[in-house]
Nanobody, 124 residues
Framework: QVQLVESGGGSVQAGGSLRLSCAVS????????MGWFRQAPGKEREGVAR???????NYADSVKGRFTISHDNAKNTLYLQMNSLKPEDTAMYYC??????????????????WGQGTQVTVSS
């Protein structure tokens, strides 16, 4: 069983930065694709960014140019660097991992594993 543990959330003013981390217990075929999702109160969960083990990345239009997803294989850790944060970025952020099918296209990707979430709050 793969476990994902997020950290790094918090409160920041608009324009600030945060870096989320996700410790992945094992790199297997089932964690070839990893990503970040978020869910704001009263809204549906949405994908923020994904990264394939080969380095290919995808971003939601709302975060392009502001967020960067990366992973460190040596540390078994996934990151999300968030810059120029906006109040509308406020949400619970979840780390996810899954098999590679759909990783490049986005809408077809179905994670198998989820972290417990970390809160990000951006004030204006």
């Amino acid at each position: 069983q793969v476990q994902l543990v997020e950290s790094g959330g918090g409160s920041v003013q608009a324009g600030g930065s945060l870096r989320l981390s996700c410790a992945v217990s094992a790199y297997t075929y089932s964690t070839t694709c990893m990503g970040w999702f978020r869910q704001a109160p009263g809204k549906e969960r949405e994908g923020v960014a994904r990264i394939h083990r080969d380095g290919n990345t995808n971003y939601a239009d709302s975060v392009k140019g502001r967020f960067t997803i990366s992973h460190d294989n040596a540390k078994n850790t996934l990151y999300l660097q968030m810059n120029s944060l906006k109040p509308e970025d406020t949400a619970m952020y979840y780390c996810a991992a899954g098999a590679p099918y759909g990783c490049y296209s986005g809408s077809l990707w179905r994670p198998n594993y989820w972290g417990q979430g970390t809160q990000v709050t951006v004030s204006s």
